[in-house]
């Protein structure tokens, strides 16, 4: 039996990547899985990130004031920060029903990939939905493509969304309404 309970989809925030949502928002649905978005910003971006977080944070606590023994974990922040960038991808009935989490990774040195990669081990997802970019020959000759290197690495089967991608997913129709 072929069965999901935890669903990856890495997100650079594009169009591919907001197909790919659509898709895993379909499988988390029909699976009842958890869906786990996730975005991965370079080493500088992802301190700015933090600290901007940070910085709201303490600004929203009581007074204005943070206790020592309330700062909040690195973990906490960064995940406050993720839903920030991510919230405005989902709608609410779509965040609810897939009990969607945001995450925020930093790259590293090994590049999104691996840190897509090294995320989806950590959680222990069975999928992981991602969009593609169409590539220049001379651009994928040099760099490859992140979703390219996932496919290589992954712990878990990988579902490449193209940009721009068929319509498989199709809105469910409404329930038809008994008349008399």
């Not at 997802?125 to 992140?146: D, N, P, Q, R, T």
Request: net charge negative; charged share 25%.
């Amino acid at each position: 039996m072929f069965a999901l309970t935890r669903i990856l989809v890495p997100t650079n925030l594009g169009d591919p990547s907001r197909a790919a949502i659509q898709y895993g928002v379909a499988f988390a649905r029909q699976f009842g899985a958890q869906l786990y978005l996730l975005h991965v910003l370079d080493g500088k971006a992802f301190d700015a990130a933090l600290e901007t977080e940070r910085v709201l944070e303490v600004l929203s606590a009581e007074g204005g004031d943070s206790a020592v023994g309330n700062d909040p974990s690195p973990l906490e922040v960064a995940r406050n920060a993720a839903r920030h960038e991510l919230e405005r991808l989902l709608g609410a009935d779509d965040e609810r029903d897939t009990r969607a989490e945001y995450l925020l990774r930093a790259s590293g040195m090994a590049g999104p990939a691996d840190a897509i990669c090294a995320c989806a081990r950590e959680l222990g997802v069975e999928l992981i939905v991602m969009g593609k970019h169409h590539l220049g020959f001379v651009e994928h000759m040099i760099a490859g493509s992140v979703a390219e290197r996932v496919v290589r690495h992954a712990p878990c089967p990988v579902l490449i969304v193209q940009s721009p991608e068929r319509e498989f997913v199709v809105a469910e129709p409404a329930p038809a309404s008994a008349t008399l």
